[in-house]
Nanobody, 122 residues
Framework: VQLQASGGGLVQAGGSLRLSCAAS????????MGWFRQAPGKEREVVAS????????YYADSVKGRFTISRDNAKHTVYLQMNSLRPEDTAVYFC????????????????WGQGTLVTVSS
């Protein structure tokens, strides 16, 4: 599986962005998908994940109520809608894929996109 993330950019605090992650391969619908982020000088952390069917989602406490993860298996794409952005959301955002059950550990994910930079100004 190859992943291509897009949609990052510069936005003011309180604004919104939607990230997309397009996947190649016929088995996209069988993968758990996750969004992670890494800010300068910090470790990579999970943002959200979604099961293959879309029926199970997970959000980090820091983004609950502001971010929404979704997927369109027909389009082989997973999305991250980010609302009410804060300066502390500034990071490089990565999408990732894994088989089997959803987890929040980055080491469990087998495939990674290249990352897209989100910068939130105050």
């Amino acid at each position: 599986v190859q992943l291509q993330a897009s949609g990052g950019g510069l936005v003011q605090a309180g604004g919104s962005l939607r990230l997309s992650c397009a996947a190649s391969g016929r088995t996209f619908s069988s993968y758990v998908m996750g969004w992670f982020r890494q800010a300068p000088g910090k470790e990579r952390e999970v943002v959200a994940s979604i099961s293959w069917s879309g029926g199970i989602t997970y959000y980090a406490d820091s983004v609950k109520g502001r971010f929404t993860i979704s997927r369109d298996n027909a389009k082989h794409t997973v999305y991250l809608q980010m609302n009410s952005l804060r300066p502390e959301d500034t990071a490089v955002y990565f999408c990732a894929a894994k088989s089997a059950s959803p987890t929040t550990r980055s080491r469990d994910y087998d495939y990674w996109g290249q990352g897209t930079l989100v910068t939130v100004s105050s």
